[in-house]
């Protein structure tokens, strides 16, 4: 998901985004945070809860912050997930900034993922978005650049 954030230069949009404290008050979609000491090697685990859908979502995640990429690296450790995991990447835009959500997962429920996973990835977009609203202000979807693409649309 590539979404622009005109308002916000990159520096402080990864900040805003880095600061996982402040979501339950930037945003309805989080519902609670709850953050770990940072561990030995900087990486820090919260603890999520979510709206999803017509329900929550509770997962725990191992965080790992590289301020100078401005990224940020999840694994899920414990959830509802089988498994979830992701990064979020801050890049210059033209004007603003461009911020990349990828995200990996399965619901662990094989028989179902042909209808579930459509309907869950479509929610996380959604939550995405109106997540990156309440922390950047303005935002709009962006296309994917081509070059992630290896020249090939």
Do not use: K
Not at 70 to 82: A, H, K, M, R, V
Not at 107 to 113: D, K
Not at 114 to 142: C, F, K, S, W
């Amino acid at each position: 998901m590539h979404m622009l954030a005109p308002e916000r230069e990159p520096a402080q949009a990864y900040a805003r985004i880095s600061d996982f404290a402040r979501y339950v008050e930037l945003t309805e979609t989080v519902r609670e945070v709850v953050l770990h000491p940072p561990e030995p090697d900087g990486s820090l685990v919260s603890e999520w809860t979510v709206r999803f859908r017509n329900g929550l979502l509770r997962w725990t995640e191992r965080d790992t912050f590289d301020p100078r990429a401005l990224s940020i690296e999840f694994t899920q450790l414990s959830g509802d997930f089988l498994s979830f995991e992701g990064t979020w990447r801050v890049r210059p835009a033209e004007r603003g900034s461009l911020v990349v959500f990828d995200a990996w997962f399965d619901l662990g429920i094989p028989t179902l993922a042909d209808i579930l996973d459509p309907v869950a990835a479509a929610t996380l977009r959604g939550n995405i978005a109106l997540i990156l609203r309440g922390l950047l202000g303005e935002v709009t979807q962006a296309p994917a650049p081509a070059e992630q693409y290896d020249g090939v649309p």
